[in-house]
């Protein structure tokens, strides 16, 4: 950001920089921030020398940056499968805003399960895939254990609800190459979910069996909307709920198939 017609700096005068917010958000939008980090302002000049040094790095009076930001409260609902860096790859899937990770502007006549979800600022991964839970409302009630043994065609059992007087669509996504990526082609299966359904049971089945030799954990990422954007694992929708779960392979199914609800 460029400081231009600075007056010259006296001791105990406050001066107004540009607005910063832009640079602020880009900070915070990072894969790596996190509440509490520090921020650091550098300012530099040509002309006549002024310096801004930090007030407790130095032995006398120095300016004090003060910045004011205020967060908007937000009306959507994220993800929050593992999202270690910008991209795809082992472990690593687009979950936060930065990465272009699934939003839906929440209400309360569409939604997976039994709860409406709850509002976030942004997607809270973790390795578990539950730090939605964990923060906020634990919305995202759905069995919280699947598991799938090589050779089996997964298929899940999801309770949705659609009250908002369109049609709607349910997609599930299911890592099985362990990439990182939500495929449409070969990862994702869909279902219609009929205006009226109020705490309706779906089932959904793979098109491909789990393969042999995978690591034990993947995941598996649920969207529902009346919005066809929805449709990929990936951006904005207008309505309806996003769900990430951990995915066990190599376990033992207990039941004919594994039900969320």
């Not at 801004?52 to 937000?74: K, R």
């Not at 994220?78 to 690593?92: E, I, Q």
């Not at 070969?186 to 393969?211: C, D, M, Y």
Request: with cysteine.
């Amino acid at each position: 950001s460029t400081w231009d017609n600075v007056p010259e700096w006296e001791d105990n005068e406050t001066y107004t920089s540009p607005d910063l917010t832009s640079i602020v958000q880009e900070i915070i939008d990072r894969g790596d921030w996190a509440s509490e980090s520090l921020v650091i302002m550098i300012t530099g000049g040509t002309g006549d020398l002024r310096r801004a040094e930090s007030f407790d790095g130095s032995g006398g009076p120095g300016p004090v940056l003060n910045i004011t930001y205020t967060v908007p409260p937000s009306t959507h609902d994220f993800g929050d499968a593992p999202d270690t860096g910008t991209g795809t790859g082992v472990g690593n899937y687009q979950t936060k805003t930065n990465d272009n990770g699934p939003s839906h502007e929440v209400t309360n006549t569409l939604f997976i399960g039994s709860l409406a979800p709850d509002l976030e600022l942004n997607g809270n991964q973790n390795t578990a895939a539950n730090g939605d839970d964990i923060t906020g409302t634990a919305d995202e009630n759905a069995q919280q254990f699947l598991s799938f043994s090589p050779g089996d065609i997964p298929e899940v059992r999801i309770t949705a609800t659609n009250l908002t007087g369109s049609s709607a669509t349910l997609a599930a996504w299911l890592d099985l190459n362990i990439n990182g990526v939500f495929d449409n082609a070969n990862e994702r299966v869909t279902v219609t979910v009929p205006n009226g359904s109020n705490q309706t049971e779906f089932t959904l089945i793979f098109p491909e069996a789990v393969p042999s030799g995978l690591p034990p954990v993947t995941y598996m990422r649920l969207r529902l909307s009346t919005d066809s954007a929805a449709l990929n694992s990936t951006g904005e929708a207008d309505d309806g709920e996003v769900e990430d779960h951990r995915v066990f392979i190599n376990g033992s199914i207990t039941d004919d198939v594994q039900k969320c609800y």
